[in-house]
Each structure stands twice: as C-alpha cells, then as structure tokens.
C-alpha cells in the first residue's frame, strides 16, 4: 500500500476539511482492513483524524488505484499551507507511512483551501 496526500484539501459544506489522497493497494494487501490516521500541522498545531477502509478482495486485479477521503472534525485548520503525515496499520501493525512528496528545497506542505 502506497499512500499520499493531495497537494490541495477543500472544506466541505459543513466547514469540516476533506483530508485524502490517492492510495495504490498491492497484492499484499488484499482482504485487509486498514486504518489511516492522518495528521495534518499548521503553524505547529496538530489537526489528527483518522478512518478504517477496506483494501481491494483477493479477486481483485492488483495494482488497484483508488482515493482514501475523510473529514477533520471538531476544530479545523485556517486556509494556507500545512505539513501532511499519516500512518496506516492492519491488525494493529503499521504497513505503511508516507509524507508529502515535494520537489528539493521546498518545506512539505499541503495547500488548504477555504
């Protein structure tokens, strides 16, 4: 499972930020229910959410190219940029975790957008 961030986050119509990206599930990964928990830090606040999803069945034709999506609630970032880090586990084990990937010399960031 390889996981990122999109370079852009919208709020929503309920002012709550849509945290996703996109997402490529492996063999491996078939049949496994995963739980992102994804921090987003803004002028070195943490804004932390997290969901369960379910990776492709075994059937599946792998390498599955799809999109994970959750909303931050409760108190949300301003527009501007932020610093994306998520992890991602299976049965209590981490699989996964990822950062922003951004070009050399650049602070990582995610753009939010009001």
């Not at 929503?12 to 994804?38: F, H, M, R, S, Y």
């Not at 987003?40 to 599955?64: E, R, W």
Request: a negative charge; glycine letters at 8%.
């Amino acid at each position: 499972m390889v996981g990122k961030f999109n370079a852009v986050l919208h709020f929503d119509a309920n002012g709550e930020l849509q945290v996703c990206g996109p997402v490529t599930w492996e063999q491996q990964d078939a049949d496994l229910q995963v739980k992102i928990v994804a921090t987003l830090t803004q002028n070195g606040k943490p804004f932390t959410c997290s969901d369960n999803f379910s990776a492709p069945a075994a059937g599946s034709t792998f390498p599955v190219q799809s999109s994970w999506s959750m909303p931050l609630h409760g108190k949300q970032p301003a527009g501007g940029l932020a610093i994306g880090h998520a992890t991602a586990s299976a049965n209590g084990n981490a699989i996964t975790q990822w950062v922003q990937p951004v070009p050399p010399a650049i602070t990582p960031s995610i753009v939010i957008q009001q």
